[in-house]
Every structure is written in structure tokens, then in C-alpha cells.
């Protein structure tokens, strides 16, 4: 699997269980960050990811992730709040 596949898959893992989420949260070393950031920001163009502003530090639940995510309304309102 590669880097960016295993972003896919901790950032999609981590928005089922909490919805929002900073890199640093994410299980990735210092010298990954350029690869995770880059991935990340194409999730969000793609609508997986949200983020209140381009340099907000808070990514959350987009609304490709809003489809296809198996999470309740509220999940996705407590993420935003």
C-alpha cells in the first residue's frame, strides 16, 4: 500500500469514529507531512474533506464522505460544532 493510500484510508477511518481531525492526529512521521497535506487537499477538492477556510487546521466530513460514510446527521452536525 502506498503513502497515499494509507492516508485514504486513516483519514476515511478516522472520520467514521470522530467525524473531524488535525494531521497531527494522524498516525504519519514529520517527513510524510508534505505527502499527507497533499493528499488531503486533494480529498477535499474532490469533496471527501471540508474545511472551514484553506487555512483552517480542522479537516471534517465532506459530502462525498456525507454519502458514502454509513454516519448518522448528528455525527456529521458534531463535527462542524
Do not use: Y
Request: proline share 1%.
Amino acid at each position: 500500500m502506498t503513502l497515499r493510500d494509507q492516508v485514504w484510508h486513516s483519514v476515511l477511518l478516522h472520520l467514521r469514529r470522530t467525524g473531524c481531525f488535525r494531521i497531527s492526529e494522524l498516525p504519519f512521521e514529520d517527513e510524510q507531512t508534505h505527502t499527507v497535506r497533499r493528499t488531503l487537499r486533494e480529498m477535499e477538492k474532490h469533496g471527501w474533506l471540508a474545511r472551514e477556510s484553506s487555512r483552517a487546521a480542522t479537516w471534517r466530513i465532506g459530502e462525498q464522505a456525507e454519502l458514502h460514510l454509513n454516519v448518522s446527521r448528528e455525527h456529521i452536525q458534531k463535527s462542524w460544532d
